[in-house]
């Protein structure tokens, strides 16, 4: 949900980093789609293309504390 989003977004240092800029959807996006100005434009574009929000999230106590599949990352965190 959109609280949920921005709550992750926030945790994760802005949407740059919640973003994912390597999909085949942020590719084909236009450019003018490319530079959302606001919350509620990063909201819509995530409403509308829901694949651009990078994939598996980790949540611990509903904050977000990895983004995209790293062995690495997820062995240091699950232990």
Wanted: proline letters at 6%.
């Amino acid at each position: 949900d959109s609280r949920r989003l921005l709550q992750w977004s926030q945790a994760m240092g802005g949407w740059d980093k919640l973003a994912n800029r390597a999909s085949m959807t942020w590719r084909n996006l236009p450019d003018e789609r490319k530079t959302p100005g606001s919350d509620a434009e990063w909201l819509a574009l995530a409403a509308e293309f829901p694949t651009l929000i990078k994939r598996p999230v980790m949540v611990r106590s509903g904050v977000p504390v990895a983004l995209g599949f790293s062995e690495e990352k997820y062995s240091e965190l699950v232990g």
